[in-house]
């Protein structure tokens, strides 16, 4: 299923465990033939070797790519599946490229999507904390969109809360009122403005019918239940 992702979004992620070899073991990675990418001929500076190498529980890095038998029990030469079991994580951030980004391998990647897993906040001051993923790579990844906050807005829509204060989303945890002053999130009911314009009645009706009843608390608390996470002001 493909989606336009954005950050807030809650992912299930599955991959079908395929068959491949290992090609070298560390105590701290296990190396296999990569199954699904290949190699970019046109890529000079970037010489990919078809290889990938999952961490074991040893290095401390999270992978959602993983083997079975488990890492740890593999030696080289081993014939081993490779897949991502189900798991749930949440976008932090959406990365575009154009043209598609050069990695070495293809097909190459046209947006990333940067991910955190469960129980996981985003920490802006560790650089490697997030987990990348081409959404439309050669990987046959499974993504399913479990859970968007504000689904029912649009990035960039302006809406008027309840007490009749302007404000831009940006994001589920990214708003910004207009008259500057920074003052937690809108009160529900919310009334669409704008969406790239006047809004079409149906589009405002919607806005107003999905905030009737609930509030901003409400699609954190259901958010934090999936995520296990706090929210951040996102990237986009």
């Given at each position: 299923?493909?989606?336009?992702?954005?950050?807030?979004?809650?992912?299930?992620?599955?991959?079908?465990?395929?068959?491949?070899?290992?090609?070298?073991?560390?105590?701290?990675?296990?190396?296999?033939?990569?199954?699904?990418?290949?190699?970019?001929?046109?890529?000079?500076?970037?010489?990919?070797?078809?290889?990938?190498?999952?961490?074991?529980?040893?290095?401390?890095?999270?992978?959602?790519?993983?083997?079975?038998?488990?890492?740890?029990?593999?030696?080289?030469?081993?014939?081993?599946?490779?897949?991502?079991?189900?798991?749930?994580?949440?976008?932090?951030?959406?990365?575009?490229?154009?043209?598609?980004?050069?990695?070495?391998?293809?097909?190459?990647?046209?947006?990333?999507?940067?991910?955190?897993?469960?129980?996981?906040?985003?920490?802006?001051?560790?650089?490697d904390q997030g987990y990348t993923i081409d959404p439309a790579g050669g990987e046959p990844i499974r993504i399913e969109l479990f859970f968007r906050p504000y689904a029912?807005?649009?990035?960039?829509?302006?809406?008027?809360?309840?007490?009749?204060?302007?404000?831009?989303?940006?994001?589920?945890?990214?708003?910004?009122?207009?008259?500057?002053?920074?003052?937690?999130?809108?009160?529900?009911?919310?009334?669409?403005?704008?969406?790239?314009?006047?809004?079409?009645?149906?589009?405002?009706?919607?806005?107003?019918?999905?905030?009737?009843?609930?509030?901003?608390?409400?699609?954190?608390?259901?958010?934090?239940?999936?995520?296990?996470?706090?929210?951040?002001?996102?990237?986009?």
């Open positions: 299923m493909s989606h336009d992702y954005r950050p807030g979004d809650v992912l299930l992620l599955e991959c079908p465990f395929t068959e491949t070899a290992v090609t070298g073991v560390t105590p701290y990675y296990v190396s296999v033939r990569w199954p699904w990418l290949e190699v970019d001929p046109q890529v000079e500076n970037i010489r990919w070797n078809g290889r990938r190498a999952l961490p074991t529980p040893a290095a401390q890095e999270w992978e959602v790519f993983r083997t079975q038998p488990a890492e740890t029990t593999l030696e080289p030469g081993d014939t081993c599946l490779v897949g991502v079991p189900a798991t749930t994580v949440h976008v932090h951030a959406v990365h575009r490229f154009d043209p598609p980004l050069a990695t070495g391998m293809l097909p190459r990647p046209a947006s990333y999507l940067e991910v955190l897993r469960q129980g996981e906040t985003h920490d802006p001051c560790l650089e029912f807005l649009e990035l960039g829509d302006e809406v008027a809360d309840r007490n009749g204060r302007a404000w831009r989303f940006d994001a589920a945890w990214n708003w910004h009122p207009f008259e500057g002053e920074q003052s937690r999130t809108p009160t529900w009911p919310l009334r669409l403005i704008t969406r790239h314009g006047d809004p079409t009645p149906k589009q405002a009706e919607e806005v107003a019918r999905a905030t009737a009843a609930g509030s901003h608390s409400d699609e954190l608390e259901r958010w934090s239940a999936l995520t296990h996470a706090r929210p951040v002001a996102y990237q986009q």
